[in-house]
């Protein structure tokens, strides 16, 4: 944005940006956005397009260090030609601003759950606070939290619905170098360029969500109530696969990738609406041996965080977790197999194909009974 863009002061009061985590309900935040613009203009809040039209991905785009990561995320946004790129980077935050005066609103939510997953470096963070801080009085910053092994099986579902065929031993966190595991690590970022008083933590469980919901949740921490403003609440987004259906999908990445040469595999439509139809069991868990790796890894940056950004004396971010046990603590390099029942055998998972084929057979049954 130009100096005379900025010389006439703030557009709006607030920006709350809404940094994730991933797997925290962030699609049903910004489903919530998309579907609730106008009526969240209506109450004075602007969930803008120019970052994105539901998750804004762009945010991460303009602040991030050139890489194969952000590389990915600008061919989502159609930015992946070096011209088309350059452009946004010129443009995006004066179109931003003039949105945002547009709006006439003076309070701004922006939803991208990569700030806090691909930004890494102060300077990257630095990059766009820079840039927002002349749109704003005040700039503040939304993250939720949940216990590292819950993310863990909900990230590895999530790669595995993306075409990944890693083993999920291989992505067990044992130590807190991760910076999307340690929680301490994107709130440093962002607390060094905004202050502790600007960062806002919540802890993603139904008993510390305002009526369970993430949504009526951030709604609530920027003054908005969602049933008196008439807000529409999204469904429930990014449900899990079961376990079954996990290990399934795996398999099936080996043999039906992902990614053809024009873009998303046309083999693999409607794999994943159909394995939710039919693996309907328990869901994929952790040996109680690696829970307790992973809680162990994570034990001083929760505490740190709970008691820096939520002032618990006690130190304790996840009040719902038992405490640990007593004793030794497990050795980070011990290995422990995953639990029976989440190995898939070749008799489950022939039966498996057999009701993903039934269920292709009711849809094309379907459709030629509506076409006749």
Same mark, same amino acid.
């Given at each position: 944005? &130009?100096?005379?863009? &900025?010389?006439?002061?703030?557009?709006?009061?607030?920006?709350?940006?809404?940094?994730?985590?991933?797997?925290?309900?962030?699609?049903?935040?910004?489903?919530?956005?998309?579907?609730?613009?106008?009526?969240?203009?209506?109450?004075?809040?602007?969930?803008?397009?120019?970052?994105?039209?539901?998750?804004?991905?762009?945010?991460?785009?303009?602040?991030?260090?050139?890489?194969?990561? &952000?590389?990915?995320?600008?061919?989502?946004?159609?930015?992946?030609?070096?011209?088309?790129?350059?452009?946004?980077?010129?443009?995006?935050?004066?179109?931003?601003?003039?949105?945002?005066?547009?709006?006439?609103?003076?309070?701004?939510?922006?939803?991208?759950?990569?700030?806090?997953?691909? $930004?890494?470096?102060?300077?990257?963070?630095?990059?766009?606070?820079?840039?927002?801080?002349?749109? +704003?009085?005040?700039?503040?910053?939304?993250?939720?939290?949940?216990?590292?092994?819950?993310?863990?099986?909900?990230?590895?579902?999530?790669?595995?619905?993306?075409?990944?065929?890693?083993?999920?031993?291989?992505?067990?966190?044992?130590?807190?170098?991760?910076?999307?595991?340690?929680?301490?690590?994107?709130?440093?970022?962002?607390?060094?360029?905004?202050?502790?008083?600007?960062?806002?933590?919540?802890?993603?469980?139904?008993?510390? $969500?305002?009526?369970?919901?993430? @949504?009526?949740?951030?709604?609530?921490?920027?003054?908005?109530? +969602?049933?008196?403003?008439?807000?529409?609440? =999204?469904?429930?987004?990014?449900?899990?696969?079961?376990?079954?259906?996990?290990?399934?999908?795996?398999?099936?990445?080996?043999?039906?990738?992902?990614?053809?040469?024009?873009? /998303?595999?046309p083999d693999r439509a409607d794999v994943l609406d159909a394995l939710d139809a039919v693996?309907?069991?328990?869901? $994929?868990?952790?040996?109680?041996?690696? @829970?307790?790796? /992973?809680?162990?890894?994570?034990?001083? &940056?929760?505490?740190?965080?709970?008691?820096?950004? !939520?002032?618990?004396?006690?130190?304790?971010?996840? =009040?719902?977790? =038992?405490?640990?046990?007593?004793?030794?603590?497990?050795?980070?390099?011990?290995?422990?197999?995953? =639990?029976?029942?989440?190995?898939?055998?070749?008799?489950?998972?022939?039966?498996?194909? !057999?009701?993903?084929?039934?269920?292709?057979?009711?849809?094309?049954?379907?459709?030629?009974?509506?076409?006749?």
């Amino acid at each position: 944005m &130009s100096a005379s863009a &900025s010389s006439a002061g703030p557009i709006a009061n607030t920006i709350y940006l809404h940094i994730g985590t991933e797997k925290t309900g962030t699609t049903s935040v910004q489903d919530m956005g998309r579907l609730n613009r106008e009526a969240l203009k209506r109450s004075g809040v602007l969930y803008p397009a120019a970052p994105g039209d539901q998750n804004h991905q762009r945010l991460t785009v303009f602040a991030a260090t050139p890489s194969d990561l &952000s590389h990915s995320l600008a061919v989502v946004e159609g930015l992946g030609a070096p011209a088309a790129l350059a452009e946004f980077m010129a443009n995006f935050i004066a179109d931003l601003a003039r949105e945002i005066t547009a709006s006439g609103c003076k309070t701004v939510l922006m939803s991208g759950e990569h700030l806090s997953s691909r $930004l890494k470096t102060a300077g990257e963070v630095k990059r766009l606070i820079d840039a927002l801080k002349p749109l +704003a009085r005040t700039i503040k910053v939304i993250m939720y939290v949940r216990p590292q092994h819950e993310l863990a099986l909900s990230a590895y579902s999530t790669a595995i619905k993306s075409g990944n065929e890693a083993d999920l031993e291989e992505r067990i966190p044992r130590n807190d170098k991760y910076h999307f595991f340690n929680y301490m690590l994107p709130l440093t970022l962002w607390s060094n360029e905004l202050g502790d008083d600007n960062i806002i933590v919540r802890v993603y469980h139904r008993k510390a $969500l305002e009526a369970g919901d993430v @949504v009526v949740d951030i709604l609530k921490v920027i003054g908005i109530d +969602a049933a008196a403003c008439g807000i529409d609440l =999204p469904q429930e987004q990014n449900t899990r696969l079961d376990g079954d259906g996990v290990f399934f999908l795996r398999l099936f990445n080996r043999y039906v990738p992902y990614l053809s040469d024009t873009g /998303i595999n046309p083999d693999r439509a409607d794999v994943l609406d159909a394995l939710d139809a039919v693996c309907t069991g328990r869901s $994929l868990k952790l040996a109680d041996h690696d @829970v307790r790796i /992973i809680r162990y890894a994570y034990e001083k &940056s929760n505490a740190e965080v709970a008691t820096r950004f !939520l002032k618990r004396a006690d130190g304790v971010l996840f =009040p719902s977790l =038992p405490p640990l046990p007593a004793g030794p603590r497990p050795k980070v390099l011990d290995h422990t197999p995953l =639990p029976a029942e989440a190995r898939i055998s070749p008799q489950r998972a022939a039966a498996i194909a !057999l009701d993903l084929w039934r269920w292709k057979r009711r849809q094309i049954d379907t459709a030629r009974n509506d076409g006749a």
